[in-house]
């Protein structure tokens, strides 16, 4: 069964066409890696998705509901979250603010949901009354994770997680990935971490100038030079 269906979806910048079609589908707990170059159209399928920036085109389904036009407030009541580019948390609040902030229908968060939380990111425990300014990069990023975990997400869109940070951090993050999915969450990762990518996913697309140009397993992704070499090369 698949949580997220993408289909034949057309977003744009004001003129400026980024998504050309791009179709693609995450089934229930697993990881979907979508990468590519830079400004090649990974952010704005998840901004499509989120909402943020609708398809004129093309329709986005989430648990066969469609949700291509809903405002981005309702997506992420239905089980949507994004974990965005850049981290996002709030730089001023506390660690425990962050994630009260981020709570779906109210900011009285039970005892038991963050400790949930502080059981999947030990780190954040001692940290709970730091402001996010204070935090390393790699704690940065899992209190970006912890905000989607404690709004109930069933799908997470998660943008470049590993961008700014240490290779032995990203290790950790790519770990943590993995354990989501073995906790039953759908992700969808957009990387252009190949290695990471490739490390983590079920399956994988590959997209350029808003086309998606392969579509597969990371173990055939591997094996095929040619796609790697025009599209993934730096």
């Not at 698949?2 to 004001?14: A, S």
């Not at 389904?61 to 997506?75: A, C, E």
């Not at 996002?88 to 506390?94: D, G, V």
């Not at 597969?216 to 030079?225: I, R």
Request: overall charge positive; some cysteine.
């Amino acid at each position: 069964m698949d949580t997220l269906r993408v289909e034949q979806v057309h977003t744009y910048y004001g003129e400026s066409y980024i998504l050309q079609g791009l179709s693609l589908t995450v089934d229930q707990a697993s990881i979907v890696a979508l990468i590519g170059r830079n400004g090649m159209g990974k952010t704005t399928t998840m901004r499509s998705i989120i909402g943020f920036t609708p398809p004129r085109r093309g329709a986005i389904y989430f648990k066969d509901q469609d949700i291509t036009r809903l405002p981005s407030f309702k997506i992420c009541q239905k089980g949507v979250s994004l974990v965005p580019q850049g981290r996002r948390i709030f730089p001023s609040l506390t660690v425990k603010e962050n994630i009260i902030i981020a709570a779906r229908r109210s900011r009285q968060v039970s005892s038991q949901s963050l400790e949930k939380i502080l059981i999947f990111f030990p780190s954040l425990r001692a940290r709970l009354n730091n402001r996010g300014n204070q935090l390393s990069g790699g704690e940065q990023q899992m209190l970006a994770i912890a905000r989607a975990l404690i709004a109930n997400a069933e799908l997470m869109l998660m943008d470049e997680p590993s961008e700014g940070l240490a290779p032995l951090i990203i290790n950790k993050i790519g770990e943590d990935i993995q354990r989501l999915k073995g906790e039953g969450f759908s992700i969808l990762l957009a990387e252009q971490n190949i290695p990471l990518a490739l490390k983590v996913a079920d399956y994988v697309y590959v997209v350029n100038k808003g086309i998606i140009v392969f579509k597969g397993t990371p173990e055939e992704l591997k094996v095929n030079k040619e796609i790697e070499q025009e599209y993934l090369a730096v």
